[in-house]
């Protein structure tokens, strides 16, 4: 089974996986094909996973009110604003404001569930050392604990977030190697948001493919394997041969990708 496992993944890196791009949609197609399906039935499983998604994406449309790939437009922006030397660690004295999933707040629909609870999730856990550890997250981006998770002072919060100045903040996976903490690989998007199957539409926090940082996460750069803006992709899951870290593959909405070279070449 692994053997065919393997097998089909360096095919499927070599071939078109054009027919599985996810394309822009009118979100109002989106709900009509999914309220369809839900018709009838109670508001749980799938049909909550579609009613977070929703709530996340219709804050993201373009000028048609089309589901796009928001995270290539903000990564081209962000890349603009490097190119004008400014600092690549963005800083300001921000507090939420909420939503924040009261149960009497104005999201809240005639059935009772307004999109917001249970919408935070952790796809995945690096773990560089006994210590350190990245928590990779489906809509909040990545955060770091450097003692185990555990408060080295009463009241301090041990994680603290990588990544917060990267216009992407929909992650999959990461990788890294062992024994070193500057090189690291962060595959984007959240693939497993998905709802499935209603008309043949999905909708998935899209990511840019998958980037590197060689400095421990403080800045991050593109990779071979990089999506464009009109596509709607994400990931699913990144993994690293033991004792060869740059030999790598990558299961993404796209298909399956391998690399022997750490995504330096396509």
């Known amino acids: 089974m692994l ?58 449309l373009d000028d048609q009110g089309q589901v796009f790939n928001y995270a290539k437009a903000n990564w081209d922006a962000y890349e603009q604003y490097r190119v004008l030397g400014y600092p690549a660690q963005l800083q300001g004295d921000w507090k939420p404001l909420g939503p924040f999933g009261d149960k009497n707040d104005d999201y809240l629909d005639p059935d009772g569930y307004n999109g917001l609870f249970g919408i935070g999730r952790v796809n995945s856990v690096y773990f560089e050392s006994a210590n350190v550890w990245y928590a990779v997250s489906a809509g909040g981006g990545l955060w770091r604990t450097l ?3 555990i408060p080295a002072v009463p009241g301090e919060y041990p994680w603290q977030p990588v990544n917060d100045d990267m216009p992407v903040m ?16 962060l595959l984007t998007g959240d693939g497993f948001g998905r709802s499935g199957g209603a008309a043949g539409l999905s909708l998935v926090k899209p990511g840019v493919g998958i980037l590197i940082s060689p400095d421990s996460g403080r800045t991050w750069q593109t990779t071979s394997v990089a999506w464009d803006q009109p596509d709607r992709e994400a990931g699913y899951k990144l993994i690293a041969v033991p004792g060869d870290p740059y030999t790598q593959m990558a299961a993404t909405t796209t298909g399956l990708y391998r690399t022997t070279d750490g995504w330096q070449s396509s």
Request: avoid cysteine.
């Open 147 to 149: 003692s185990a998770g």
């Open 3 to 60: 053997m065919l496992v393997f097998a089909a993944g360096e095919s499927l890196a070599q071939t078109s996986s054009s027919s599985t791009v996810h394309k822009p949609v009118p979100v109002e197609q989106v709900e009509k094909a999914f309220e369809a399906e839900f018709a009838g039935t109670p508001v749980r499983g799938a049909h909550k996973r579609y009613r977070r998604l929703l709530h996340d994406q219709l804050w993201h």
């Open 170 to 185: 929909a992650l999959s996976d990461l990788v890294g190697i062992p024994g070193r903490s500057d090189t690291l690989w």
